[in-house]
Structure formats: structure tokens, C-alpha cells
């Protein structure tokens, strides 16, 4: 390579696996990306390599994958779930994002390659850059093409869209010396819970949570889960409070014929303390109708 002034992410419409078989069938002579990140999809899955980094060829050396970009262009390929459309790519997964923000950081560092993303694909910038950005009809006027085929949309708008919400500030992070963090997730070797997380898992700060709780319920989705939750509750003890004062009622017609103020208020506080025990609380109303614990 004559310098080194951008990393460029790729996808794979396909595997980590299966494209290491491709890249390898005519060594350094053949077709190559400098790195691959594996995923969670096809045989990637069965070999356990979601967030693992391959690497084909040195840095000292050009890769294939960015054709009039290769003699600056540092590339990393990431494994995807091989969709017919582009639109289907999924994004990556979050240990593919940790691999590729600690990659990309180990990388800047080393080529003093500033943390951000370039504007286009012009001879004269350095930076962090996606594929399309030297694609026709994406290229610009005096951009560098990266790729004979035209209309090629890699890495995808969902994995576009990480780079630049999640991948640079994460780079900018790790260069800072501060954790990985993913929607609001310090995502240290560990896997410690933030105080804010901690609160919203019921859990005490800086307690092991799995890596998987969080794949499955990062803390923006628990927050959630946690409102419908509560909201679901607080209906069921309406719902509740309603037919249990109905029942009151109706058990005070029945007896009596006529209802009194005294037979109203008792059906007014049995359905009163039904809501409360349908929310858990340990709350009861007493002679005055007052709350009390």
C-alpha cells in the first residue's frame, strides 16, 4: 500500500466462513479483504464465530475488495444473512459491533486515521468510510470508484446506519479510553451493570449480568417491557377493583332490597383494596377510608 488513509466497511451477502474457503483458494494472488467479522447466520453459527476477526492479508499490503481504493483503503468484511435484497441485511450483532469498534480503533491508532466518517470517497480523505460511498451512482464527482458493479448498496442502510450512531463514537471511546457501550450498555469484559442498568434489571450495581440477557433485552427494550408490564398491571387492577365493587353492590341488593351508605362505602373499599392487591401493594384502607399500611 502506498498509505493508509481509510478503513472501509463492507458486508458479505453471505459468511465468514464460506468467504475465507473463497479467499484462500489462490492465497495473496486471489481475491481478498484485509479482515472478515464473523456472525450469527448459516455455518457461521454452527462454528461459533459471531464477533470473530479473520485476518487474509497484512496491512503492509493491498487488498481487492475497494479496486481504485485499494492502494489506501484498509477493508473489513462482515458476514451478514445473505438476503436476494439489500433492504433485508440485517444489522450487526452486538459482538460483531464490539470486534469491529475495537478493530477499527486498533487501526486508527496505528495509521493515525482520524475517527471519523468521510464525506465521500475523494482522493484526499482519511478517515472511516462504508462501500457505497464509492459506488456508482453514490459516487461523487471526482470520488474514487470502489467497485466496478454499479447500484452495489454495501455494507447496507442498517449497517450505514451503525456506523454512524454506533461504531464511531464507539471507536471514539476505546481511543479515549473509556468502555464499548451499546444502547446505553457498558459493555467491558465483564459485562458489569451500569448504575442506571442496574436499577432497571433489579439488580445491584456492578452485578454479572449475561452477555445474552443483554442481546435479548438490552436496557432500552427492558425499559419497555417494564412500562407494559406495570401498565398491564395497573388495568388488571382497575378491571378488578370494578367487578369486585359491582359484586359488593349487587351481593348488598340482593340481601337487602335497599342500599344503604354504609353497604356503598364498603363496596367502594372492597374494590379499593382489590386494585391494591392486584398492584402488590402493601397498603390497606382503614374505618375512615383511609390508606395505611
Not at 12 to 31: A, H, P
Not at 225 to 241: P, V
Request: with cysteine.
Amino acid at each position: 500500500m502506498s498509505r493508509h488513509d481509510i478503513i472501509c466497511l463492507h458486508t458479505m451477502v453471505g459468511y465468514l466462513k464460506s468467504t475465507d474457503t473463497l479467499f484462500k483458494q489462490n492465497g495473496f494472488t486471489g481475491v481478498e479483504s484485509h479482515f472478515g467479522v464473523g456472525g450469527i447466520w448459516g455455518p457461521d453459527q454452527e462454528a461459533g464465530l459471531d464477533g470473530v476477526v479473520y485476518q487474509w492479508q497484512d496491512t503492509t499490503y493491498r487488498a481487492d475488495a475497494n479496486l481504485d481504493g485499494n492502494h489506501r483503503l484498509i477493508s473489513i468484511e462482515t458476514a451478514d444473512n445473505a438476503p436476494k435484497l439489500a433492504s433485508d441485511i440485517k444489522p450487526w450483532t452486538a459482538k460483531q459491533v464490539r470486534a469491529i469498534i475495537k478493530l477499527v480503533a486498533a487501526l486508527c491508532q496505528r495509521y493515525d486515521i482520524p475517527a471519523e466518517l468521510v464525506p465521500d470517497s475523494k482522493p484526499n480523505r482519511r478517515g472511516i468510510a462504508y462501500h457505497r460511498q464509492g459506488i456508482n451512482p453514490w459516487r461523487v464527482s471526482g470520488g474514487e470508484l470502489w467497485s466496478s458493479a454499479r447500484g452495489k448498496e454495501c455494507p447496507g442502510d442498517k449497517r450505514i446506519a451503525q456506523i454512524k450512531s454506533v461504531i464511531i463514537p464507539g471507536v471514539r471511546n476505546v481511543l479515549a479510553g473509556k468502555d464499548i457501550e451499546e444502547d446505553g450498555v457498558a459493555w467491558n469484559d465483564d459485562h458489569h451493570l451500569t448504575e442506571t442498568d442496574a436499577k432497571i434489571y433489579g439488580q445491584k450495581e456492578g452485578e454479572l449480568r449475561s452477555e445474552s440477557a443483554f442481546i435479548r433485552y438490552p436496557p432500552g427494550v427492558e425499559r419497555l417491557r417494564q412500562e407494559m408490564k406495570q401498565a398491564n398491571k395497573t388495568l388488571t387492577a382497575l378491571i378488578g377493583a370494578q367487578n369486585a365493587t359491582i359484586s359488593a353492590l349487587t351481593a348488598a341488593l340482593q340481601s337487602g332490597g335497599n342500599l344503604t351508605e354504609a353497604q356503598a362505602q364498603a363496596a367502594a373499599r372492597s374494590g379499593a383494596e382489590a386494585a391494591l392487591h392486584a398492584l402488590g401493594e402493601q397498603l390497606v384502607l382503614d374505618d375512615d377510608g383511609v390508606l395505611t399500611t
